[in-house]
Nanobody
Framework: QVQLAESGGGLVQPGGSLRLSCAASGRIVSINTMGWYRQAPGKQRELVALDTSGGSTNYLDSVKGRFTISRDVDKNAVYLQMNDLKPEDTAVYYC???????????????WGPGTQVTVSS
């Protein structure tokens, strides 16, 4: 069974930095797109950053220039470096990946359980 596990969340002051990590485990054949989403209280989940298997990246406008997504293909992992954090970045951050495992011949979406990021003084 494929699983995603995030780590690296926490409490940080405005202007600070955090690095989120997400690793996929299980009987994985290949991974296509990997990305980070977030959901703040009372708001819909939104895409923060996306990394396609072709190497292109997309970012939410409000995080451009502050957040950087990267991948380690050998480790089935994706990272989100977050700099100059603002209170409005406070949310639960979720990792999502399109994964093909050995039980099927197509890609399926998998989500991690989420990690809390709180930006506050």
């Amino acid at each position: 069974q494929v699983q995603l596990a995030e780590s690296g969340g926490g409490l940080v002051q405005p202007g600070g930095s955090l690095r989120l990590s997400c690793a996929a485990s299980g009987r994985i054949v290949s991974i296509n797109t990997m990305g980070w989403y977030r959901q703040a209280p009372g708001k819909q989940r939104e895409l923060v950053a996306l990394d396609t298997s072709g190497g292109s990246t997309n970012y939410l406008d409000s995080v451009k220039g502050r957040f950087t997504i990267s991948r380690d293909v050998d480790k089935n992992a994706v990272y989100l470096q977050m700099n100059d954090l603002k209170p409005e970045d406070t949310a639960v951050y979720y990792c999502k990946a399109d994964i093909r495992d050995y039980s099927v011949s197509y890609y399926r979406n998998y989500w991690g359980p989420g990690t809390q990021v709180t930006v506050s003084s």
